[in-house]
Every structure is written in C-alpha cells, then in structure tokens.
C-alpha cells in the first residue's frame, strides 16, 4: 500500500489557455489526458434587454420600472413632511423630483435612448466618457439604449440618475441640502432592492 508524500500538492484541474498554436483551450487531470476544443472566435455577448426571455430583459422590462415606481411613491407619500420642513419651495422641488424620475422611467420602458449627466458631481465626467464609449461600441447605432446596452451599466446608471434626481438635480437641494433628508430613507430602500 503506498502512502502518500507531504510534500504532494493536489493538482487543480482548470483550464488553460495556451498561445501560440492556435485559440485551443486545454484541461485534463493528468498527463496524456488532455483534451482540446476549439474558442469561440470572438468575445461573447454582452447580457442586455435585447435577447427577451433573458434575465436582464425582465429585469429592465420589469423590475427596475418597479423599483421607479416606489421611488415616486415614496417621494409623493413624504409629500407633506417637504412642505412641513421648506414650505412651498419643498413641494416644487419634490413635484420636480417626481417630474424626473417618471420621465426616466418612460425612457426606460420605451428604449429611449441613453443621455449623458447633467450634475456637477466628481463622478459625472467618468459616466459620460462611458455612455460616449458605448456609443462608439455599438457599431453606429446610434446613442445607446436601454435594451441595447449591457444590463449591469443599465442598471447602475438608472440608479445613478435617481441620484441625480433626488440629490444634485435642482438647486433648491443645493441651497438647502436637507431638503431630500427624508430620501436618504428611499435611498437605503434602493440599496435593499439592489440585492435582490
């Protein structure tokens, strides 16, 4: 009966990639028991909305308007608590708000396309470089869309611009930087549905 020495290392069995003879990917557990297959030639696919039936697409198509749907209604709920804190100066940036995000969400439910940022925060330039680069990846089509893009960059840019809307959008929220306090409520329920 053989025993097995200390200083041997389980052999991980991942595949590998070899260059220079060809795109083949290579694994095996052991020596003579390598099997080779030939790579797709080019880089999948991006998940996005346009494949229907796919997870991203019934995510775009239906849970993210919902997740707009209850950032309004939560907005609108808290309604009487703007005017109480702001006066009238509060509902009009709260009727603002709300003007915004639906407006967002029938871009998103009509494949509008994708606009750039318009607030002044740090990260702005670094969103808009990557909606440009999207534009130039999409081979011509145009501006991206919401179906058309990738499904994580959609994601996150949709809760980007509810940022944009209940933080840095109008300048009642600059003059009085407490005037969306009670958002920092809607904005935790976002980060909840986020990992859902």
Partial sequence: MRQAR?????????PTVRRGRGDYVTSGRGAGAVRRK????????????RFKGSFAYFTIKDRLPQILTRVIDTLHRHKNEFFEKHGEKGVEAEKRAISFLSKLRNELQTDKPM????????DTPIWNQYLEYQRN??????????????WLYVECYMYRRIH????????????????????????????ILACI
């Fill in 6 to 14: 200390p200083s041997a290392r389980p052999r991980l069995c991942l």
């Fill in 164 to 191: 944009e809307a209940l933080i840095h959008k109008y300048d009642i929220s600059h003059k009085t930087p407490e005037i969306f306090s009670i958002c920092s409520r809607t904005l935790a329920f976002l980060k």
């Fill in 115 to 122: 606009i750039p940022l318009s607030d002044e925060l740090p």
């Fill in 38 to 49: 030939k790579m797709a030639a080019s880089v999948a696919v991006s998940l996005s909305g």
């Fill in 137 to 150: 990846v999409s081979n011509g089509n145009g501006q991206p869309s919401w179906f058309q893009s990738p």
